[in-house]
């Protein structure tokens, strides 16, 4: 995007994710009408100074683009909530995060002239600033109707992203792939270092660092290739 097409960015959710997003997008010059409040404020403020704090109705009424980074299963009551109380404005962005929901679910909102995008960049949120340093670099899925898709392209290389566009059609098993790779790969080193405990090992989130990164590393070169990863791993 060039500096003439600067957008008033606001945010809905102050998770781990809305935070991030909203901080990245400030470093690539768009400008923070607000955020609605979160659990932890404090955290926010350290991420965000000086943003207001507001209601979700407030903040899609002062924004030009509307970030959504709430629960699956928040998100469909929200954009609908918003909409009966007639928030949604002609020709205003409105972006979720979502990686398992495609473009249906912000339909009430496009039904009052919103344009409707889908941009879930894939790491891992810690909601802190160390999280700015994940984006660069990394992927995110984006969805759009085409006529906006360059939009939305943009704004995911302005997080830092290199986009790769989902069809809208894939978004269910595109989140399916995330869930699937995020918990059972949470779940396997828990169990891990669990059973290094068990066994006296120190420090065994340390000790499984070095192997868990190599081998994942190998079962991503196998995956690009096609092929099933080396049994051996050591």
Do not use: K, N
Request: some cysteine; hydrophobic content about 50%; glycine content about 10%.
């Amino acid at each position: 995007m060039t500096a003439a097409s600067r957008l008033g960015v606001g945010v809905i959710g102050a998770g781990r994710v809305g935070p991030v997003l909203a901080a990245a997008l400030a470093g690539a010059g768009h400008a923070l009408t607000g955020i609605t409040p979160g659990s932890d404020r404090d955290r926010v403020e350290v991420m965000l100074p000086g943003v207001p704090v507001l209601d979700a109705d407030e903040v899609v009424r002062r924004s030009e683009l509307v970030v959504i980074a709430v629960p699956h299963d928040e998100l469909p009551r929200l954009v609908a909530g918003l909409a009966d109380v007639g928030a949604w404005q002609v020709g205003q962005l409105v972006l979720h995060t979502d990686p398992a929901a495609g473009l249906d679910v912000l339909a009430p909102a496009a039904a009052r002239g919103a344009i409707p995008l889908a941009v879930h960049p894939a790491i891992a949120f810690t909601g802190s600033t160390l999280d700015l340093r994940q984006l660069v670099g990394a992927y995110a899925a984006v969805t759009a109707p085409a006529a906006v898709l360059p939009i939305a392209q943009a704004l995911a290389v302005e997080l830092g992203c290199e986009p790769v566009v989902v069809a809208d059609a894939d978004r269910a098993a595109y989140g399916e792939a995330i869930a699937t790779a995020t918990q059972f790969a949470s779940s396997i080193v828990q169990q891990s270092a669990a059973l290094l405990s068990e066994a006296q090992v120190p420090a065994p989130g340390r000790f499984l660092s070095a192997l868990v990164h190599s081998t994942v590393d190998r079962a991503l070169v196998a995956a690009g290739r096609g092929s099933e990863p080396d049994e051996e791993l050591l």
